[in-house]
């Protein structure tokens, strides 16, 4: 008898509709952060934290509800309100409103995952298309730079329509050679479209056919063949492109293309050089410098000239060190313009400009660019993919640009890598580690990747795991690098100075503001700032990337910080902690 008094004085006292209420309170709260979370790039362990809180809190919620109630004089004890003053009766109809409403608001939310998403999905597809490389059809099979060259122009032709979202170059043309299916394609890609076709060209004809095709049905939207003059090739390009556009029932490209005309000859040295770049060596490089410039000397009025001109010189001479930085900026700088000049609404040349101008510190100007690029071509990944790395500090920014350029161009996996430094710097650990290992996959003998793995280990707390990716390095200054910041971290701090004192001597002239990093993340701030002014004097370009690392933060309240900020000229809005 005892136990069913009870149970009815809980009853009472509306503990079990509480409970209830509150198990669904949380229900929709999770349900809302898994969804909501995510497209605010919010960090992992917020949803860790709500699963831990909201059970911890049920209970604390039960003992309150027993222990008090609600009156019209407030709350009170339970205990001191008599029962023929209690008003539980309308709280337990509260009680019943609460459920109803929150139920109700949980079934929406359901309906939200399972439907909205996909109707959202849908209609971003209704506009999306893949470039495919388009097949040699030359009798001698030599002419793949040419097909290749004009399927890259086509893809960043259509690139130009806003309504339009296309996969860039380096995820359409992944699949050159394989035996996938067009089908195939399509769906690992995320398009409803795919654009395919071949060109043959005999000396000054071409022939190029090319296929759009609607990947839920697997047919034909259009076909058609052109034959015409090798000086038409521009206008061809722009026939394709309308088809397209109306074949989508998009409204029709955005810029006027009918007066573009280019040099044929200097067009085929171009795509050569196009090509060449592609192959990503020192020496490709310096083939196609020579190569843009002389078709720039048989036709000086054609924009994609000098902005190809420009970022060549921009690889060479920081990725390659073919020639110095204070040769290179001024050169770059002045192809960039001539880009612009040629074509004011260029986005790619603005791009151009604005990398040049950061290297050159010209901060203000270079966000005023980038900024500008990306207004003239929002869906140009490698655009969006660049202003990632160039956000001056923006971290939660960086990782926004970097998931859109992802979505665009989802085989470029050298996205993921700057995903994972990314999310590293923002302290996103789990997310920081998947994307590494996700590069890690297509990429397994990068020099990059344990140096990066090391690190997030370290701030894991897995010392030993750390040790482990930094003696894997095989990259002789980043092997020292990371090395360096393990060996302190376990402990090893005899083994670690051996390798500052080896840095300091093969590195410290050009490498100041990676020297500053290692001594901030030792505490040892009076030489951090030593190096960071040292970089600053230099004109060091690692600087602008470095100064967001989690290493620096501490030293963010130190009034040489904000000193050393002051000295660089930054933009306003820019995140490197300054006060």
């Known amino acids: 008898m005892r136990f069913k008094k009870y149970i009815n004085e809980l009853k009472r006292r509306n503990v079990f509709k509480a409970a209830v209420a509150y198990i669904v309170f949380a229900w929709l709260l999770l349900q809302v952060g898994s969804t909501v ?51 539980s009766g309308d ?76 996969i860039s170059r380096t995820s359409s043309f992944s699949f050159k050679g394989s035996n996938a299916t067009v089908e195939e394609i399509g769906k690992t890609l995320n398009v409803t479209h795919v654009l395919e076709g071949s060109i043959r060209k005999s000396d000054n004809t071409i022939r ?5 095709i609607d990947i839920e049905s697997g047919g034909h939207v259009w076909s058609e063949t052109f034959n015409r003059d090798f000086e038409d090739i521009l206008k061809i390009q722009d026939d394709i492109a309308t088809r397209v556009t109306e074949k989508l029932q998009l409204t029709l490209l955005g810029r006027d293309t009918k007066n573009r005309v280019v040099n044929p000859e200097a067009y085929t040295l171009y795509l050569k050089a196009i090509y060449m770049i592609y192959e990503n060596t020192r020496e490709s490089y310096g083939q196609a410098e020579q190569l843009v410039l002389q078709a720039i000397a048989l036709d000086s009025t054609y924009p994609p000239f000098y902005s190809t001109l420009s970022g060549i010189i921009q690889t060479s001479a920081y990725n390659f060190m073919i020639k110095p930085l204070k040769e290179a900026i001024p050169e770059g700088i002045k192809a960039a ?13 603005y791009m151009d400009l604005s990398s040049f101008q950061l290297m050159n510190w010209q901060f203000a100007e270079a966000k005023i660019n980038m900024d500008k690029a990306l207004s003239l071509d929002p869906g140009n990944s490698n655009i969006i993919g660049t202003v990632a790395l160039k956000t001056m500090g923006n971290v939660d920014e960086a990782i926004r640009l970097l998931n859109k350029a992802i979505q665009l161009d989802p085989v470029n996996y050298i996205n993921y890598y700057n995903l994972a430094s990314y999310y590293y710097h923002a302290g996103r650990l789990g997310e ?52 360096n910041f393990a060996y302190f971290a376990a402990g090893r701090f005899n083994e670690a100075n051996a390798l500052l004192l080896e840095l300091e001597n093969k590195y410290g002239k050009s490498e100041a503001s990676n020297m500053a990093d290692i001594h901030a993340f030792r505490g040892e701030t009076d030489k951090a700032f030593e190096w960071l002014f040292k970089a600053l004097e230099i004109r060091d370009p ?38």
């Open 91 to 166: 709280t337990s109809n509260t009680l019943n409103k609460v459920i109803i409403t929150t139920l109700s608001l949980v079934v929406l939310v359901l309906a939200f995952q399972l439907f909205g998403q996909k109707i959202a999905k849908s209609s971003t597809w209704k506009k999306s298309i893949a470039v495919l490389a388009f097949a040699d059809m030359s009798p001698e099979k030599d002419q793949e730079y040419f097909s290749d060259g004009i399927s890259e122009e086509l893809l960043n032709l259509l690139a130009r329509n806003p309504e339009l979202r296309v």
């Open 542 to 579: 690692v600087l602008m990337e470095i100064l967001h690392y989690p290493s620096f933060q501490s030293m963010y309240s130190d009034s040489r910080w904000n000193t050393l900020i002051s000295k660089m000229n930054l933009p306003d809005g820019h995140g490197y902690g300054s006060s």
């Open 432 to 483: 920081a580690e998947k994307a590494l290992n996700t590069f890690s996959k297509h990429y397994p003998n990068s020099s990059l990747y344990h140096y990066v793995m090391a690190r997030i280990k370290i701030a894991q707390g897995k010392i030993e795991e750390a040790v482990t990716e930094a003696e894997l390095e095989h990259d002789e200054f980043f092997s020292l690098y990371a090395r």
């Open 37 to 87: 979370l995510p497209i605010l790039n919010a960090p992992e362990y917020y949803m860790k934290i709500l699963l831990v809180l909201l059970p911890v809190g049920l209970p604390l919620w039960l003992i309150f509800v027993w222990v008090y109630e609600i009156t019209p004089e407030g709350l009170k004890k339970t205990e001191s309100v008599p029962e023929s003053e209690s008003i």
């Open 208 to 212: 190029i056919t090319a296929q759009l």
């Open 337 to 349: 313009e001539k880009a612009i000049e040629l074509d004011p609404d260029y986005a790619t040349a």
